[in-house]
């Protein structure tokens, strides 16, 4: 069955440049999405320490406030599509802000250590409903225009890392651990009042179909033991861990190729060559970014004997890179087109990584180390929304909910994979010497290299650029790849 909608005719440059009405008011509501379930992703890393003796808990008991939250984002994931389909985008996400604000609320209530990890695993049940949910509205509302709007939802998301610890450490300097919970209430109730008023009404969009239980029961417990399993690779359980991920996401496989389109995520989207190529791309760049964030801190203190706190600052120009590039997606799209624009992104970010296996050969010099740095966060955020864009043209408006639901986890898993076998190429080190040799970081760089070259690949094979009025309207151009 094809998934991959005929391409509509262009509309007329007036109307092709015109956003949809209410368009930013929707943005904005998903943007506040975005950044809460994120920012909860990391507000918490700050507190453990005090979170461990307040509550008389050992830090391994007390890891779980943030791990348990984590793994709940990827267990409830596969959820998003049958739930849209169920009761509507709008319905969904209203009551999963009115959950998020209310788990917040019991967070900073809770007594006891058990309780506070209870209370955060049903926080990021909601949370992990919250960002692909963003994604699909925006998707929805904005069709081809989507690279204009997207950047006002992802920037909230590039920020919530870095926002989190310099929260936190705001609020425990002056208050209790509990309003690291407690000052998501009037966010959450301001949230959800705006999300009341500007999200349009899509019940008459909503198509019900049966639960599929077994792929539920495949898929959800694949990606838990998957992601918690490669985080803790080294040992013999994180190995049995990955395994059983593995075995379960290739019996899901099997399920859902004989499911058909009754399947929880129906894998004959991927047999479209544009939005498989979209989702290798965001696998990959995800990847790439993650994989970067843990090898430069790595080079710069184990390898360098710089201060933690020195490197942190020394990160910044990556951040300030994918700043600078994520407010310019819409005009450059429009002006260069999709594949064009995402090619010279992945040059850009490899330039970057190779300039780091030099400085790894040669020894650092800070002023081409920012340069670097720059260059690859403004390489990848050329990436990004432009392939994200693509992938959403590719499928047919009512396969919208399913098909952010594997963007998403696709996404969710390159990263994981990725530092894990950089940190591998390590040799699992990092830590064991105060100065480790500059050849592992060059056969770790380099492997970043070939990260980069394998992505700048998968980019030539998305469409020259977007036509249409709407999502689903298809990519175009001369020799635009088309799905099957």
Known sequence: MSRVPEAAAPASPGESDRLPPGIWKIASVAAIGSFMSQLDATIVNVSLPGLAGTLHAAFPTIQWVMSGYLL??????????????????????????????????????????????????????????????????????????????????????????????????????????????LFNLPVGLLAFVLAWHFLPDDRQQTRPRVLDLTGLALLSPALVFFLYGIDRLGQRMGGALVCCGLLLFALYGAWAHRKGDGALIDLRLFGGRVFSASVATLFLLNGALFAGQMLVPVWLIHGCGLSPDRVGWMMTPMGLGMMCAYPLMGRLTERFGIRKLTKCGALAAFA?????????????????????????????????????SAGYAAVKRQDLPVATTALNIVQRLGGPIWTTLCAMTLGGRASASPFMTSRLFVMAFGLLCVLHAVLFLTTRLLPVRLAGRGTGAGPIGPDSPRGS
Do not use: E, K
């Not at 009761?87 to 209310?102: D, K, V």
């Not at 400085?359 to 340069?371: D, E, K, M, R, T």
């Open 72 to 181: 709940a984002l990827a267990l409830t994931l596969p959820l998003n599509g049958w739930l849209v389909d169920r009761i509507g985008a709008r319905a969904l996400y209203l009551w999963c802000f009115a959950a998020f604000t209310l788990a917040s609320g019991l967070c900073g209530l809770a007594w006891s250590a058990p309780s506070l990890i209870g209370f955060r695993v049903l926080q990021g049940m909601a949370g992990g409903l919250l960002a692909p949910m963003a994604q699909m509205l925006v998707a929805r509302a904005a069709g081809r225009h989507m690279p204009r709007v997207a950047s006002m939802v992802v920037m909230p998301v590039l920020l919530a890392p870095l926002l989190g610890p310099v929260v936190a450490g705001g609020i425990l300097t002056f208050a209790s651990w509990r309003w690291i919970f």
């Open 352 to 388: 970057g990584t190779l300039l780091l296996v030099f400085l790894a050969l040669h020894g650092i010099a800070f002023s081409i180390l920012a340069g670097a740095l720059f260059l690859r966060g403004a390489g990848m955020g050329a990436i990004g929304i432009p392939s994200m």
